[in-house]
């Protein structure tokens, strides 16, 4: 029982959502327990909405980083408070300044994700600065400190609590990484099923806007990591996280590899259980990574029962058995698919021993861990000089960033108009609601509001219940504490129930300072305004169709993946190594793969007369995922057993290869300027569209007399094809 107990409290205790619900519940419950020692009651909301604001600037960082962090949160916090008490005696004016905040803290958050979280909760200390004010100068005089006092109690907080907890954030997304690469493995299994006839592409699709969800949680981790690498040689612990990870990066490489198509694999061993073998390994790795997860979240150390090493040596047996009935029956109809299939094996067994090394660091001999490249790729702005050109490069039309700062803007002005026109003394919930729900895509944003509204209809009855059944100020305040955790802890994963919980807190809150009388009917409206106005802007306002952004998406992947098939050439001329370029070359392919399918997903969610062919892109969305297998293929296998030299035939494949990916990309680029991201009819797209069918014909593949060559020809099949959905792209876009 002890053990179990343990356990639980383990995997708790390194949950993102439950430490940061611990965060917001240790400073509401201080705020709290001070405000009932010196008898405030006015006071109290403005501290706790300071609180609030400070933890909605919070991301995963090392306690140095947070410290920076919080300072320039408390930097725009100040400014912003500043604003309000210049302005809020004359509401237009605040309406201006509040407009122009929007517009300013939206591109920066164009920056990373740190600066984005800065941006919304200076925004939302903006609209709750001007709320504690209630149109007074003096209101807002006083609130000013109050609320600023808060933000910095819980920026203490948080300081203090990624000090001493350094760790629980990089286990935390190390696990969700590791049970994502299960659930690709499962899914990739489900591919190698020897049965004629199978609906294959509706599988690689899944597969496809799987990796997007991968590919998410390895950029998670690896942002995760960075934070915590200071100068010196890292602690003990972030070594073997940084170890976890690159292995995460190789079993992503490798489970991602195709070797052959699918189909020709399952006709030419229709009659031997080879391919089941093969499936089974796949199958069970996919379940070792699950109980890896399960044991870096729980600091235990994995069972293993020995299945995947069987499955393993059943499926070289299976493989040594064809490879001798291909001995005695030569046939050259099946050289081809045998070599694809033993090519197979070897990349399942050096899988496996991976996953056998995964969690430790490597001790086996002395000094092996200080060989390997540990150092990651930090996207963050490193001056100001750099941060300027990264907002400068979004002042363009096409900008999503541009584009959701302009609505934003509006969206905030419209609403304040509407709470001006009604005179609605809550009338800043509707700005709130705004600020809450509108996000960059159009799918997102019709997402987000109904949560938003069903969270609130729930919260507003949880909350009077609350009010009915426990009448006394002390359990009230005790819900109120346990409804700030819980918003934080659910903000990222479940926000409906954060919503409902947030919800309930501001009804205790104004309850326990008796001003609930008519809260819940105007609650309720003023979040139906905010959710209407955020929907038509999202509509009419600059909207971010993704149909509009794909010709640069692809473009995007196939320039990425050509930079990936140039490294993995230089690799088969000197050597594997997994140094930095490397490994930023693979993970660009990766996370432009990832960009297609998160934005082919939001795109189904869009309206259908703006959806722009959903089927031509789905189709170059499985392929160039398709394509990039096959690449991934070629960098698993760099030093394996498959690994030959290139010869003058295949050298001069894989250039034409190159030159290929890379033009299609440059004409992608062309035509998507050409478009300046309108609609133009379809009488006038043959014009970029011949210039497609132009740049050059099927890139030359050598006779497919070694593995590598045979897995250059793959790519060179799949090529034409993506042209082809490429110049229908342009047609209809």
Same mark, same amino acid.
């Given at each position: ?9 383990? *995997? ?183 049965? *004629? ?35 010196? !040689? ?13 292995? &995460? ?86 050289? *081809? ?33 200080? &060989? ?60 709130? !609601? ?12 019709? !997402? ?116 990936? +098939? ?66 991934? &293929? ?15 035939? !295949?050298? &001069? ?10 033009? +299609? ?26 210039? +497609? ?41």
């Amino acid at each position: 029982m002890d053990t179990t107990w343990k356990l639980s409290w383990q *995997r708790a205790s390194n949950h993102e959502g439950f430490t940061r619900g611990a965060r917001a519940f240790l400073a509401l419950a201080v705020v709290l327990a001070y405000g009932w020692w010196a008898d405030w009651q006015t006071e109290l909301m403005p501290v706790l909405l300071g609180v609030i604001a400070s933890a909605l600037t919070e991301t995963d960082d090392s306690w140095r980083g947070r410290l920076r962090a919080q300072l320039l949160a408390m930097g725009c916090f100040t400014l912003v408070a500043l604003a309000v008490c210049a302005t809020v005696s004359w509401p237009w004016v605040l309406m201006g300044v509040m407009a122009l905040s929007a517009f300013t803290f939206t591109m920066l958050g164009a920056l990373s994700e740190r600066y984005r979280a800065i941006a919304f909760g200076s925004l939302v200390l903006f609209i709750y600065e001007a709320l504690a004010a209630h149109t007074s100068r003096d209101a807002a005089v006083v609130a000013t400190p109050l609320m600023l006092g808060g933000a910095a109690w819980y920026g203490v907080v948080s300081v203090l609590w990624n000090a001493v907890m350094p760790r629980a954030p990089v286990r935390y997304r190390l696990a969700k990484l590791y049970a994502m690469l299960g659930e690709y493995l499962r899914l990739k299994a489900l591919l190698l099923e020897p049965v *004629r006839d199978e609906d294959l592409e509706r599988r690689r699709m899944a597969l496809a806007l799987h990796n997007g969800r991968v590919v998410d949680a390895l950029n998670a981790a690896k942002e995760s990591l960075i934070s915590r690498m200071g100068r010196g !040689t890292p602690p003990q612990w972030l070594q073997t996280a940084m170890h976890q990870y690159l292995a &995460a990066q190789d079993v992503h490489e490798r489970v991602s590899s195709s070797h052959e198509h699918y189909d020709l694999l399952a006709q030419s061993f229709f009659h031997s259980d080879v391919l089941y073998r093969c499936q089974r390994v796949l199958t069970q790795l996919g379940e070792q990574a699950l109980k890896f997860s399960v044991a870096i979240q729980q600091q235990t150390e994995p069972v293993h029962s020995g299945v995947t090493s069987r499955a393993i040596e059943d499926m070289e047996a299976a493989l040594a058995h064809q490879e001798e009935i291909e001995r005695e029956h030569p046939s050259a109809a099946q050289a *081809r698919p045998l070599r694809s299939l033993r090519a197979l094996g070897h990349n399942l067994t050096a899988l496996a021993r991976v996953f056998a090394g995964a969690l430790a660091l490597p001790v086996d001999e002395p000094g092996a861990s200080a &060989a390997v490249d540990y150092s990651l790729f930090d996207r963050e702005p490193r001056t100001l000089r750099d941060a300027w050109g990264r907002i400068r490069a979004q002042c363009r039309a096409q900008s999503p960033w541009l584009r959701h700062s302009v609505r934003l803007s509006l969206s905030l002005v419209l609403g304040f108009a509407v709470m001006q026109a009604t005179a609605d003394p809550h009338g800043y919930w509707i700005l709130l !609601t705004i600020v809450f729900v509108s996000q960059p895509q159009y799918a997102a944003t019709q !997402t987000r509001l109904m949560q938003r509204a069903k969270g609130t209809a729930i919260g507003l009855a949880l909350g009077w219940a609350v009010i009915q059944l426990f009448p006394g100020d002390f359990i009230q305040a005790a819900l109120l504490v346990l409804g700030g955790a819980v918003f934080f802890g659910a903000r990222h994963t479940r926000y409906v129930l954060a919503t409902a919980a947030v919800t309930t807190l501001l009804l205790l809150s104004f309850h326990q300072m008796g001003m609930s009388q008519g809260v819940i009917l105007t609650r309720l409206l003023d979040t139906a305004v905010g959710c209407c106005i955020a929907a038509a802007a999202a509509w009419l306002v600059l909207p971010h169709w993704q149909s509009r952004q794909w010709p640069q998406l692809a473009a995007q992947a196939l320039q990425t993946q050509a930079i990936y +098939l140039r490294e993995i050439l230089a690799q088969y001329q000197s050597g594997k190594r997994d140094h930095l370029a490397y490994r930023v070359a693979r993970r660009n392919a990766h996370n432009a793969d990832a960009a297609l399918s998160n934005s082919y997903s939001a795109m189904l969610k869009e309206p259908l007369r703006v959806r722009g062919g959903a089927e031509v892109v789905g189709n170059f969305l499985r392929l160039s995922h398709t394509q990039l297998n096959y690449l991934s &293929a070629l960098g698993a296998q760099r030093g394996g057993a498959a690994a030959q030299p290139m010869d003058e035939a !295949t050298q &001069a494949s894989a250039q034409a290869l190159l030159q290929s990916l890379q033009d +299609l990309s440059d004409e992608l680029e062309r035509a998507q300027r050409e478009m300046g991201g309108r609609r133009r009819p379809v009488a006038q797209a043959p014009a970029v569209a011949e210039v +497609l069918r132009q740049f050059g014909q099927t890139p030359p593949v050598a006779p497919a007399q070694s593995w590598m060559a045979n897995q250059l020809q793959l790519v060179g099949k799949v090529f034409p094809q993506l042209r082809e959905q490429a110049r229908q792209m342009v047609e209809r876009g």
